[in-house]
């Protein structure tokens, strides 16, 4: 008996699964999308890579004041002298002056010349000493100009992403506009053929009674025709729009996905009244948060240390080496003192210096192209931000057209339909007005998404949708 209860109940479940309307999707927001491209779009996630290359450029940089360690030796196996030396090092490049500190342990042993610079106490020595660049390399050489050269890109790095992250969203917002337009206009278009099947059943009943000619009902199945071949082109451009929307759409798999016509707003969203008097403080805004030209500034300073690598060396070298060698017991050579110093000065200076002088040429006249593009830069930019704000007005006044025009379209096409149907006017006078209401509800459409995507380049223009750890 109890099996059949639970067969009964596994059934009955089953049954009111099947017969329950299942829940209505959800309408598909750009919030969404836009989520969407934030967290699994493949080249937003591609550009942030570049953090990672920046931070491992600085390390390698970094790499050039490494500890060293060195070890050598060496042996006479033939000739008068029958000496053996050996020495372990370690050095250490110093961050400032260009210098390094180093140290270690030397031991000669057998029979070495008194002025060989190998030749130690019996039981070796302890070595101790620096080294100093006092002209030349002193206040900057190539390795403290590479490093905070990296450490520059790597500030660059968040410039490149959010110029990346900027277009990615305003092309996301295009893309998803262009789908809810294309899904409006799908069904105006199913709307119209379905407006010209209904007309159709009642005009072969009136051709029936005898009431209309003939060929009023083909010249309608015409129309029915023409209209289908609307509505299949229709749904093509809604398809095609699903489909680039797709790539900044993804699921919890990070699959795209193409999104029916089932999650389309029932309306476009209700477009502000743009500001015109804002145009001053946008402007103002795009030059701090655009990225173009936070990105030449970093160029600039870039440009300034390698500028200043090529003044450093225009300089001589002057350098100055200290080294003490201490003996490590008592048993010492009778020529020598149990604690040397060695204190040695070189100069040196290239008379004509052409390759110093050639880079500081060059590198004065790139940072020269460097700050008339960034000047053009910011001139571009208040002309995208002007043009942007021009788009956005020009759109929105095209609403309020649009929408008149849908008004005085539907009033006409509604007078005709009752001309019709009282017999006082001909069929092809009301195809002409549905086709013209038709007309004007596509142009609203339109002018709701363009004005929807200018607002999606306004915001571009100025930055709005910066991360705040990105923007500077």
Request: glycine content about 4%.
């Amino acid at each position: 008996m109890n099996r059949y209860r639970a067969l009964r109940s596994s059934l009955l479940a089953l049954l009111l699964a099947a017969t329950t309307p299942a829940a209505a999707e959800k309408p598909l927001t750009l919030d969404e999308v836009l989520a969407s491209v934030k967290s699994t779009y493949p080249p937003y996630l591609a550009a942030l890579i570049e953090m990672d290359i920046a931070n491992g450029r600085v390390r390698q940089a970094a790499g050039a004041f490494d500890l060293n360690l060195s070890v050598g030796g060496s042996f006479t196996p033939s000739g008068y002298y029958d000496g053996r030396s050996g020495a372990a090092l370690l050095e250490q490049p110093l961050p400032f002056w260009g210098g390094s500190l180093f140290g270690g342990y030397q031991l000669s042993s057998g029979f070495l010349p008194n002025y060989n610079k190998d030749r130690t106490q019996r039981d070796g020595e302890a070595i101790l000493g620096f080294k100093l660049n006092l002209l030349r390399d002193g206040t900057l050489d190539r390795r403290r100009a590479q490093l905070y050269q990296a450490r520059v890109d790597q500030e660059l790095a968040d410039p490149l992403i959010l110029r990346q992250y900027i277009d990615f969203i305003r092309a996301a917002s295009i893309a998803y506009y262009n789908w809810l337009a294309a899904g409006h206009r799908w069904q105006l278009a199913e709307e119209l053929l379905r407006v010209a099947k209904d007309r159709d059943a009642a005009i072969a009943e009136q051709a029936g009674r005898g009431a209309v000619a003939p060929i009023i009902r083909v010249d309608n199945e015409r129309l029915v025709v023409s209209r289908q071949i609307s509505v299949v082109q229709a749904r093509r451009r809604f398809e095609a729009a699903a489909i680039e929307l797709s790539l900044f759409h993804r699921g919890e798999d990070d699959e795209p996905v193409i999104s029916p016509r089932s999650r389309l707003l029932s309306a476009f969203p209700e477009p502000p009244v743009p500001d015109a008097t804002r145009l001053s403080s946008d402007i103002a805004k795009a030059l701090i948060f655009r990225p173009e030209i936070r990105r030449l500034d970093l160029t600039l300073e870039k440009a300034d240390i390698e500028r200043r690598l090529a003044k450093n060396n225009l300089l001589p070298n002057l350098d100055l080496t200290l080294q003490a060698n201490q003996a490590v017991s008592e048993r010492t050579q009778k020529d020598m003192e149990r604690l040397e110093m060695e204190a040695k000065v070189q100069f040196s200076l290239p008379l004509q210096r052409n390759e110093a002088k050639g880079r500081l040429e060059t590198i004065e006249a790139q940072m020269s192209r460097l700050q008339t593009e960034r000047q053009f830069a910011r001139d571009r930019i208040s002309a995208d931000v002007r043009d942007a704000m021009s788009a956005v007005q020009a759109a929105r006044q095209q609403i309020t057209q649009t929408r008149r025009n849908v008004e005085l379209a539907t009033q006409l096409e509604q007078a005709e339909a009752l001309k019709f149907q009282q017999g006082a006017a001909d069929l092809l006078a009301l195809q002409i007005r549905e086709q013209a209401t038709f007309d004007a509800r596509q142009l609203d459409v339109e002018a709701h998404a363009e004005y929807l995507r200018a607002l999606a380049n306004h915001r571009a223009a100025i930055a709005t949708d910066a991360p705040a750890s990105l923007a500077r």
